[in-house]
């Protein structure tokens, strides 16, 4: 069964330091991999878009990684902001799959306190 | 630069009542997607459309119906609310299907007692 899981489940860090989240996925194959992140009471907005054969995707202070081998994905977060609170939600898409069917994960809900 | 575009934000209906949650993208994108949210668990597909008049079930769709008219519009009805609909629910849309990148718009908050 095509899974996503997402580790941890909630994380606390003070602003300005460092974190990184987990993604392990049974999806195969797979076309792309993708990392959202979803403010409180919003919808989801994309940080970064990888396929089967990247490694690394950055986007400002956030860079996704991705081991295929290991079907693992990591989001390393750089110098926290109190803007960074939300959910991280990692999805990745079947290769062929139907319209739509993205596997999504439960989130990492991430707290940046000052 | 509207986007995706929800209403109602949030609405409370009664067990058994009907209502439509609304729908409209203004990228010209074809596909066009609804997903619901339930608390601690991953977004589900409940339709999905490709194109103006092309809709397809997605892997939760029992309770819902959508119609796709336009473009622009891609509502979703929901007949007969149950408590097990009470979520939030989120439209979608890309240009390039499961390539594309995914804009979704704000939520839907509906709660049914």
């Known amino acids: 069964k095509n899974q996503v899981e997402q580790s941890p489940q909630s994380l606390i860090i003070l602003e300005g330091k460092n974190c990184t989240l987990q993604?392990?996925?049974?999806?195969?194959?797979?076309?792309?991999l993708r990392w959202y992140k979803q403010d409180t009471g919003r919808g989801p907005v994309s940080l970064t878009i990888m396929t089967f054969s990247e490694n690394t995707k950055s986007n400002g202070r956030y860079t996704a990684t991705l081991d295929a081998d290991t079907k693992q994905s990591s989001l390393h977060i750089t110098a926290s902001q109190l803007s960074d609170s939300a959910s991280y939600i990692c999805?990745?898409?079947?290769?062929?799959?139907?319209?739509?069917?993205?596997?999504f994960g439960k989130g990492t809900k991430l707290s940046v306190k000052p | 630069n509207a986007g995706v575009t929800q209403t109602p934000k949030f609405r409370i209906l009664k067990i058994g009542q009907s209502m439509t949650l609304q729908c409209a993208q203004d990228m010209n994108h074809n596909y066009m997607y609804w997903y619901r949210q339930d608390p601690g668990m991953g977004l589900k597909l409940i339709y999905y459309?490709?194109?103006?008049?092309?809709?397809d079930k997605g892997e939760v769709p029992n309770g819902y119906n959508v119609s796709r008219s336009t473009t622009e519009d891609f509502p979703l009805r929901l007949e007969l609310a149950a408590p097990s609909q009470t979520s939030v629910y989120f439209c979608?849309?890309?240009?390039?299907?499961?390539?594309?990148?995914?804009?979704f718009g704000e939520g839907s908050r509906l709660t049914v007692l």
């Open positions: 999805v990745v898409i079947p290769y062929g799959g139907s319209q739509g069917n993205l596997i």
């Open positions: 459309s490709v194109g103006a008049g092309i809709t």
């Open positions: 979608a849309s890309t240009d390039r299907g499961n390539t594309g990148e995914l804009f």
């Open positions: 993604c392990n996925y049974t999806v195969s194959p797979f076309s792309n």
